[in-house]
């Protein structure tokens, strides 16, 4: 199937033969009720002139003329290049630009009771939150404050987009006027929206009890497995439909299902589904879903598309990009400024660069106000978008051609050309700039002013003569300025020359009394005779205007009131005081003596006047902006010790080095390391004898002198660099998540733990359900994208947990550890029992097939089916001998070898059965006593296990022990004297057994991945240090390399620090705020988890309900471990497992709780 | 005599019920043949020592050979060439003792109710038949700085020995410190967070709370001075040593304005402040320094505190402040049961300390930093923490180097008195060799490695 970024071509053609006839489509109502009185005729002829069109990004025709018939736009030129039809209304633009319409792809409109009551219908989906059923008809419509809002932009048509849930239903476009013609739809179908959105694993606010059903998916992972398994779904019914169909004798009907039926289209191809990609490592996650059931996609995206720009072009998708703008960080204080990572520093620089750079990679991008707080910061964040580099037609085509194409508009909306709406806007000044209006709009055909332009006739300075007083004034007030644009009046003494330094503006507070006399600034400076008075209260009429002002500027007491009233030859400008007395001033056309005076110009002038410092000239600060941003290393991760190019030679010899082989050998002294296409080629002495023909050349030798290698360590149980939560554990059995969904491939920790010769990792999901999701089996290529990191033909596996974590709650099942078993037991049966179904149904004549009903795709029972065909290894959380000993029965019973047991803490006490089953043991070296379970924990189990023949290793579901696994063998030796070359087995070649990549990885020997560690000294000793790690022959981690990165480093944030604190910073930033944050991706989330965009935001959650008291209490312990010294970004909500807690206290009032996953 | 030596302690492959604390010591014991650290400040290891120590103190120690008639006939000699001997190691801003399983409520005395509980001392519940304290023993630890947890003021820490049949025969200073836990400083900007103003007021809001407290405690105490018949405020009476600036305040605190502002906190009120934690010191090292104000690091094993600090920043974070000025010991910053990493954190902290002329011996440095210093931090420093003649005999003897992984401690003695050197673990694991060789009744001899660390027997009352 072809990834254009269009629509399929049949739904554009059927949207055109409707609308290209619009004529008639746009000028009748439908609905129309009987006329009151006399019929109207609508005479809808208009003509802009005395404007440029820019019809299309890059075409300017000057001096031209537009015209629009009954909604269309019915021709375009030069002035005089055609007459004007008899009939038509002309316009004059005042030499305005004309664009096409602005369309904003995506507008979100509260789906909350669509969605609740789509939950509620009869055939509705298991899940809530998939209620693809919600149309567009059954939205609220935008309020007329939202439309005008979007107006004020430019904008005159949108894409409406319902916003609760996870499959949310589909969207329209419409038409952002406020008469009914310009209010309309255009196209039906805008697609159907899908986001990642998770519960974070709690109950909703007003039904706790429904916290079985409602709360799953609790995390990332959850929430994509329910994603894939709705497509799924879709497909096998629409299958199922067919099939009932062609037979339905002897079939059962197909399941009633409103969601299942409302995506048959989308899983043929023929509706495009738009996900919610709430940072660049959610987009490509719904691309791989896309790409996975053949779907047309699109992209809600987050505006930081630009640290992933390759991949995201590579998915050939379109995405709508928001212009979502960080605020400047704070770099005030040092304290400030030492707790930004470089990664928001740098997001805040390039944020603005995001939609050129997605357009000039060739992505089809659009600008849209999505996830703006407030849409008026849009233009802002345009301009500084245009600041930063953008050009004019890149934003003005990611708000014209590009949205319309992508919402398969592109035949009547998107340029200014005959046939198409007549959609426009009218914009004075230079587009985005800093002086840009946005005039007026036209919908098809309609005008919609921005701000009704004042039809009061006096606008200007103008000289009052010599009044009619009542009383002798006290000073000698010379001139009025009057600006009915800006609602303004005020009253100027002669001295003050208009635009001269020191000058109060026009729309300065009035001042005080005696501010006149000297007002402490430099001497020289014009003395100002406090005779300016600005006017308060002003209000403009057609003809008049009222205002009061202070009456000691005019030497009253108390307040006047005030009134110009414009006449035929003049105007009356007149103070009243409170007794009826009276100063009268008679204003000709001829007193006006120049135009209102730039407040903006004159505020600068002061500021520089006052500060001493000139305001930025702005081609300077752009120029300074652009080569501060050029300076910024792109690297990947774009943070902290991103990789610019990893450092891959063609050939390694590594000298003269102690060689740990972690195989036969031993450890062997003074040895050689050949690694050549990033393979392991000869482990000896003298290799470079071996090299002789081809000499050094290309080669990158490594002097081993008085060093020790050893393999790459492997952690047999990790929990880095997973977004969005590791335990989906709002479901007891979750077979169906992977954890490899949700690789974050730019968390610090990875590189940390390279930096302690780690470089494979099994990401396990956590031990909150009996049966949890899948694991990922990674390399650490630190400098790469997820998409990298797993290891190519590892076997895949899954996570089991027994015992404390998963029998907690006492108000699910299992409770208990006998319930643990039977639940375990009842599944694989019905895998097996699924899997027997499905291959019946495969084994039908092909005939017979298309008549029987399809058995239903299950991603949960698919990989239980597996683990019993031996083709998915277990990874079973496991204490106490007795559950340790249940499993391997049962396994035995299904006929499945157990994977690992992971911690296996008491599996010394049943080493023996453990070894007889061929279980792997990945335990801690030593940890014991922070539950009832482990209280027996002992150090010499990993011993007594490897005694006893079973395949051990020492694990660290740790960030942190992970980057020291070397040590942790140490404990090996120390506890039961493993011999020191059995020991590092414990981290290499045992782990990589376990998890069956030990042919490529976890010993030195010729044939295996290059991945290897270069350490200062024993690596068993607590002060060696890793002085490199190399994976497949790509030098990772290494020491001079490191101290080289971090000058770069601070180099980047010393620069961008100046320029967040200077002019750029100030005008600075966008609202978005931390939004679109987070290093380990909670990013900009979908929605669910409260505080997050596309939620409530947490102000609107009532106080003091459950959830809101969950919440605190959440925020509360979240701030103890960041008081305490965690990184804020290391501390994950829902995945720290204090989720769990919050939400098991609160609704099941357990007494204890757990986090993580150990 | 090496062989001896060892072959006495390889004896004892059976469980005991429990570990028998140590009656006063009775018999002198010299001794020989050690490397060993005095851990007093710029004094070099001696490679070849021999040390005698009896009631409970040590008599002599020096460089062999040992005079004639340096210790008395009768003392039990241990001659232990290839081994190594330091003072006790303290287990520093710990809750050993305080709890036993720690997802297990109900065995967690280490935090009282509310914000605000001075008036409680951590030596009131320390639980002289935790299993967790002989393990630690089992790593050289003989004694803890035990703090109570919890709240803004968390209660007075106690120095404690680490045997003893009750808790007041562990207890050698019960107020050895206020511990107090800094509010946080800086606005946090997580997503998870709350609004920064909001973070703003509630952090004023506890610093005008702890200033209330303390201004209260101050006039209450000048007050009670002046008028004894005045009522007692238990929480205030605590204060008293604090007030007078000679018990320090242990300040919990970790981020740079934390330490900052706790600093200056104590600084204006003229108390004698303790940074504990401390991951962000560094960037405030001028004001450590400039107040003289000591260090507890609370582990090298942590995470940095942030995304762009450097891999090893918090591994060579107790070396780069000592090598500022700064005297630092260093804890385990882990759970109690885990208080046995204390060495090999120490060990890691040498490993990546910086080569600077300010610190020329990191290992010595680092030894201190677990015996001397923290022994000076509980209020103890003239009888614990260094070996001095007329100092407690509170002595480890090692296997090899304290800091290496696979070092094991032989002997310990607490003054004076030889620990039992058994634990839960010995016992289960004692347990559980009875089950392989019951189901394998006649092991064959290559069936796996020896092995070599087996528990020492409990010595003869």
């Known amino acids: 199937m072809t990834r254009s970024p269009c629509r399929p071509r049949a739904i554009i053609r059927a949207s055109l033969t409707v609308l290209s006839a619009g004529a008639v489509s746009l000028s009748a109502l439908a609905q129309q009720g009987p006329p009151v009185a006399m019929r109207p005729v609508d005479v809808r002829r208009d003509a802009l002139v005395n404007v440029s069109v820019v019809a299309t990004p890059g075409e300017r025709l000057a001096d031209a003329v537009v015209v629009m018939k009954d909604g269309w736009i019915e021709r375009v030129g030069a002035r005089g290049s055609f007459e004007l039809p008899a009939g038509t209304t002309v316009h004059d633009g005042g030499g305005a630009t004309v664009y096409a319409g602005f369309i904003d792809a995506c507008v979100r409109v509260d789906s909350a009771s669509a969605a609740k009551a789509a939950a509620g219908e009869a055939a509705a989906h298991w899940n809530t939150r998939v209620t693809p059923q919600v149309r567009a008809a059954d939205l609220p419509a935008l309020t007329t404050d939202q439309r005008k809002a979007l107006r004020d932009i430019g904008f005159t048509a949108a894409a409406v987009r319902p916003n609760a849930g996870i499959f949310r239903g589909s969207g329209q476009v419409v038409l952002l006027g406020d008469d009914p013609r310009a209010a309309r739809t255009v196209q039906e179908d805008a697609g159907t929206d899908v986001a990642f959105e998770t519960t974070g694993g709690r109950p909703d606010e007003d039904d706790p009890e429904a916290?079985?059903?409602?709360?799953?998916?609790?995390?990332?992972?959850?929430?994509?497995a329910l994603v894939r398994q709705t497509f799924a779904d879709a497909a096998w019914h629409a299958a199922c439909a067919e099939t009932w169909a062609r037979n339905p004798a002897g079939n059962d009907p197909p399941v009633q299902s409103n969601a299942l039926a409302a995506l048959g289209r989308t899983v043929h191809g023929m509706q495009r589904v738009w996900f919610d990609a709430s940072d660049e490592r959610n987009l490509l996650r719904a691309d791989a879903v896309a790409r996975e059931h053949r779907l047309d996609a699109g992209f809600i995206g987050s505006g930081r598309e630009y640290r992933a720009l390759a991949e995201v072009k590579a998915t050939g998708r379109p995405v709508i990009v928001p212009l979502d703008l960080p605020r400047t960080p704070d770099v005030a204080t040092p304290r400030a400024i030492e707790a930004v990572p470089l990664r928001d520093l740098a997001h805040w620089a390039l944020a603005p660069t995001n939609l050129a750079e997605l357009l000039r990679a060739g992505v089809p991008a659009a600008a849209s106000t999505v996830r703006l707080r407030e849409p008026g910061a849009f233009a802002k964040a345009a301009r500084r978008a245009i600041d930063a580099g953008t050009t004019v037609d890149e934003m003005l085509a990611a708000l014209t051609v590009h949205p319309a194409r992508m919402l398969g508009i592109e035949g009547i909306a998107g340029q200014v050309r005959p046939g198409h709406l007549a959609n426009l806007v009218v914009v004075d000044g230079p587009l985005f700039g800093e002086d840009m209006k946005v005039r007026e709009t036209w919908i098809a055909g309609l005008r919609h002013e921005s701000e009704p332009r004042s039809k009061f006739p006096l606008k200007g300075t103008y000289a009052l003569g010599t009044p009619d007083a009542a009383w002798q004034p006290a000073g000698d007030a010379t001139e009025l300025v009057i600006d009915p644009d800006a609602k303004s009046i005020a009253f100027r003494g002669a001295k003050e020359k208009p635009g001269a330094a020191g000058e109060r503006p026009a729309d300065a507070p009035a001042p005080r009394e005696g501010d006149g006399a000297n007002d402490g600034r430099a001497a020289g400076e014009q003395r100002r005779d406090g005779r300016g008075a600005r006017a308060e209260s002003v209000s403009f009429e057609d003809n008049r205007a009222g205002f009061t002002v202070d009456g000691k500027s005019f030497g009253a007491e108390g307040t006047l009131r005030g009134s110009v009233v414009v006449g035929r030859t003049g105007a009356q400008v007149t103070l009243l005081r409170a007794d009826g007395a009276a100063i009268r001033w008679t204003l000709k056309p001829s007193d006006r003596t120049g135009d209102v005076p730039d407040a903006k110009k004159e505020r600068e002038a002061r500021m520089a006047e006052a500060g001493g410092t000139a305001p930025a000239d702005p081609a300077a600060l752009r120029a300074k902006v652009a080569a501060t941003l050029a300076a910024i290393p792109r690297t990947t991760p774009l943070a902290d010790f991103g990789i610019e190019k990893p450092f891959a030679p063609k050939a390694v010899l590594v000298e003269g080095a102690t060689v740990w082989t972690a195989a036969k050998d031993g450890i062997v002294p003074d040895c050689d390391v050949l690694v050549q296409d990033g393979k392991i080629t000869a482990v000896g002495k003298g290799l470079r004898a071996t090299l002789a023909k081809s000499g050094l050349e290309g080669v990158h030798v490594v002097d081993g002198t008085g060093k020790h290698v050893t393999p790459g360590l492997v952690d047999c149980h990790s929990h880095t660099g997973i977004d969005g939560g590791v335990n989906e554990w709002t479901q007891n059995v979750t077979a169906e998540v992977r954890i490899q969904d949700a690789v974050n491939a730019e968390d610090v920790d990875w590189y940390r733990q390279l930096a302690g010769g780690?470089?494979?990792?099994?990401?396990?999901?956590?031990?909150?359900?009996?049966?949890?999701?899948?694991?990922?089996?990674?390399?650490?290529?630190?400098?790469?994208?997820?998409?990298?990191?797993?290891?190519?033909?590892?076997?895949?596996?899954?996570?089991?947990a027994l015992g404390e974590n998963v029998t907690r709650s006492k108000k699910r099942y299992p409770s208990s550890r006998l319930g643990v078993e039977t639940l375990i037991r009842d599944r694989f049966q019905s895998a097996r029992e699924w899997r027997e179904a499905g291959a019946r149904w495969n084994a039908l004549p092909a005939a017979e097939r298309t008549r029987a009903m399809p058995p239903r795709p299950d991603l949960e029972l698919e990989a239980l089916a597996e683990i019993l065909e031996g083709k998915r290894l277990v990874h079973c959380h496991s204490y106490r001998q007795d559950e340790i000993a249940m499993l391997l029965r049962l396994a035995d019973d299904f006929g499945f070898r157990v994977g690992t047991l992971q911690h296996v803490l008491e599996g010394y006490k049943v080493a023996d059965d453990i070894a007889r089953h061929g279980a792997g043991a990945s335990s801690f070296s030593d940890w014991w006593a922070y539950k009832m379970e482990v209280m027996d924990a002992i150090p010499w189990n990993g011993q007594m296990l490897w005694k006893a023949g079973v395949v051990t290793s020492f694990n660290s579901d740790s960030d942190e022990l992970a980057r020291r696994m070397n040590t942790e063998a140490t404990k090996?030796?120390?506890?039961?004297?493993?011999?020191?070359?059995?020991?590092?087995?414990?981290?290499?070649?045992?782990p990589a057994r376990q998890l069956r990549i030990d042919a490529m990885t976890g010993s030195l020997e010729p044939g295996k991945d290059a991945d290897f560690a270069v350490w200062s000294a024993d690596p068993l000793s607590t002060y060696a240090t890793c002085l490199e790690t190399w994976v497949d022959g790509v030098r990772r981690f290494d020491r001079a390399e490191d101290a080289r990165m971090r000058a770069r480093d601070a180099q980047t944030r010393a620069a961008l620090v100046e320029l967040a604190a200077g002019d750029w910073g100030k005008d600075g930033g966008g609202d978005a705020g931390g939004a679109g944050r987070g290093r380990r991706g909670r990013g900009a989330d979908p929605g669910g988890a409260p505080g997050a965009p596309g939620a409530p935001p947490v102000d609107?959650?009532?106080?003091?309900?459950?959830?809101?008291?969950?919440?605190?209490?959440?925020?509360?312990?979240?701030?103890?471990?960041?008081?305490?010294?965690?990184?804020?970004?290391?501390?994950?909500?829902?995945?720290?497992?204090?989720?769990?807690?919050?939400?098991?206290?609160?609704?099941?009032?357990?007494?204890?709780?757990?986090?993580?996953?150990? | 005599m090496a062989a001896a030596l060892l072959g006495a302690f390889a004896t004892c492959a059976h469980a005991q019920s429990t570990e028998i604390p140590a009656p006063p010591q009775q018999k002198a014991v010299v001794i020989r043949n050690v490397q060993l650290h005095s851990a007093v400040a710029g004094e070099p290891r001696i490679e070849k020592a021999w040390i005698s120590f009896e009631n409970g103190k040590i008599v002599a120690l020096g460089a062999e050979p040992m005079p004639a008639d340096a210790a008395r006939p009768d003392a039990q000699v241990i001659d232990a060439p290839g081994h190594v001997v330091t003072p006790g190691l303290w287990a520093s801003a710990s809750t050993l003792g305080l709890v036993e399983t720690l997802q297990v409520a109900a065995t967690d005395d280490t935090t009282e109710f509310g914000d605000f509980h001075a008036e409680v001392h951590a030596?009131?519940?320390?639980?002289?038949?935790?299993?967790?304290?002989?393990?630690?023993?089992?790593?050289g630890i003989l004694m803890v700085h035990a703090f109570p947890q919890g709240g803004v003021v968390g209660g007075h820490a106690s120095a404690m020995r680490l045997d003893g049949w009750t808790a007041m025969d562990r207890t050698v200073r019960a107020d050895a410190g206020l511990v107090v836990r800094w509010p946080m400083m800086e606005q946090v900007q997580a997503r998870w967070a709350r609004p920064a103003e909001e973070q703003r007021k509630e952090r004023d809001r506890r610093l005008a709370e702890i200033d209330r407290f303390f201004d209260a405690a101050e006039a209450y105490l000048r007050a009670r001075?002046?008028?004894?018949?005045?009522?007692?405020?238990?929480?205030?009476?605590?204060?008293?040593?604090?007030?007078?600036?000679?018990?320090?305040?242990?300040?919990?605190?970790?981020?740079?304005?934390?330490?900052?502002?706790?600093?200056?906190?104590?600084?204006?009120?003229?108390?004698?402040?303790?940074?504990?934690?401390?991951?962000?010191?560094?960037?405030?090292?001028?004001?450590?320094?400039?107040?003289?104000?000591?260090?507890?690091?609370?582990?090298?094993?942590?995470?940095?505190?942030?995304?762009?600090?450097?891999?090893?920043?918090?591994?060579?974070?107790?070396?780069?402040?000592?090598?500022?000025?700064?005297?630092?010991?260093?804890?385990?910053?882990?759970?109690?049961a885990h208080e046995r990493s204390l060495p090999m954190q120490a060990g890691r902290a040498v490993a990546h300390a910086p080569k600077d002329p300010g610190l020329a011996d990191a290992h010595a440095a680092l030894l201190g930093a677990v015996t001397r210093v923290p022994a000076i931090r509980a209020g103890v420093g003239a009888r614990y923490g260094t070996l001095v003649p007329g100092k407690s005999a509170t002595i480890v003897l090692w296997s090899g180097d304290p800091f290496e992984g696979t070092t094991v401690v032989r002997r310990a003695w607490i003054d004076g008195g030889e620990c039992d050197l058994n634990d839960r673990h010995k016992r289960m694991r004692a347990k559980y060799e009875e089950k392989r060789l019951q189901r394998e009744p006649a092991p064959k001899d290559d069936a796996g490695p020896p092995v070599v660390a087996d528990p020492p027997k409990s010595p003869a009352p």
């Open chain 1, 972 to 990: 090996a030796v120390k506890y039961g004297g493993v011999p020191r070359e059995e020991a590092i087995k414990f981290v290499t070649i045992n």
């Open chain 1, 758 to 800: 780690l470089t494979a990792a099994n990401q396990l999901h956590g031990s909150a359900n009996p049966i949890g999701g899948q694991n990922s089996v990674v390399k650490l290529r630190w400098g790469e994208h997820a998409a990298a990191f797993p290891v190519k033909g590892a076997i895949p596996g899954i996570k089991f």
């Open chain 2, 225 to 336: 001075k002046a008028d004894p018949a005045l009522g007692k405020d238990a929480r205030y009476d605590s204060l008293a040593g604090v007030v007078a600036g000679e018990e320090p305040v242990l300040v919990d605190a970790n981020w740079p304005g934390q330490i900052e502002a706790a600093v200056l906190w104590a600084a204006r009120r003229g108390y004698r402040p303790v940074i504990v934690g401390g991951l962000g010191a560094l960037d405030v090292v001028e004001v450590l320094r400039e107040h003289a104000v000591p260090v507890v690091v609370s582990g090298v094993n942590r995470l940095p505190l942030r995304e762009q600090d450097g891999f090893d920043a918090v591994y060579a974070l107790p070396a780069r402040l000592m090598a500022a000025g700064i005297e630092v010991s260093l804890a385990s910053g882990d759970e109690p």
């Open chain 1, 1100 to 1158: 609107s959650i009532r106080s003091g309900s459950l959830l809101a008291r969950m919440l605190g209490t959440r925020d509360d312990y979240l701030m103890e471990q960041v008081r305490s010294g965690m990184d804020p970004w290391s501390v994950r909500p829902g995945e720290c497992g204090c989720d769990q807690i919050d939400s098991w206290n609160a609704i099941f009032e357990a007494t204890s709780g757990e986090g993580g996953a150990r």
């Open chain 1, 211 to 224: 916290w079985n059903r409602a709360t799953y998916p609790g995390a990332l992972i959850g929430s994509i």
């Open chain 2, 123 to 139: 030596a009131t519940a320390t639980n002289p038949d935790s299993d967790l304290p002989p393990v630690a023993r089992n790593a």
